[in-house]
Nanobody
């Protein structure tokens, strides 16, 4: 089992940048495909980005493609977020999947508690 803890959220102005981190403990992150999701107030949790265990395959939601970048180190997964807009305001969650790199929420086995990102206009 792996435990995930997100950090790096905060308040930023439109056009600004943030880098989220997801630290893992319990088992090596290299065993898992990783994803970032977000949930805005009153909305469903949605896919943001995913990265295969070996770092070769990446997937992005259309709304963030070209602005966000997912990457991984030995024990941490990152989400670099640039050109932020108020529509990016949400709680951001990282998640780990054992079997496949995917955009599907149901395929992820482990979740962090989330970090709040607020973009002011």
């Amino acid at each position: 089992q792996v435990q995930l803890v997100e950090s790096g959220g905060g308040l930023v102005q439109t056009g600004g940048s943030l880098r989220l981190s997801c630290a893992a403990s319990g088992r090596p992150l290299s065993s898992y495909h990783m994803g970032w999701f977000r949930q805005a107030p009153g909305k469903e949790r949605e896919f943001v980005a995913a990265l295969s265990w070996n770092g070769i395959s990446t997937y992005y939601a259309a709304s963030v493609k070209g602005r966000f970048t997912i990457s991984r180190g030995s024990a941490t997964v990152y989400l670099q977020m640039n050109s932020l807009t108020p529509e990016d305001t949400a709680i951001y969650y990282c998640a780990a999947a054992r079997n496949t790199v995917t955009t599907a929420i149901g395929e992820y086995d482990y979740w962090g508690q989330g970090t709040q990102v607020t973009v002011s206009s």
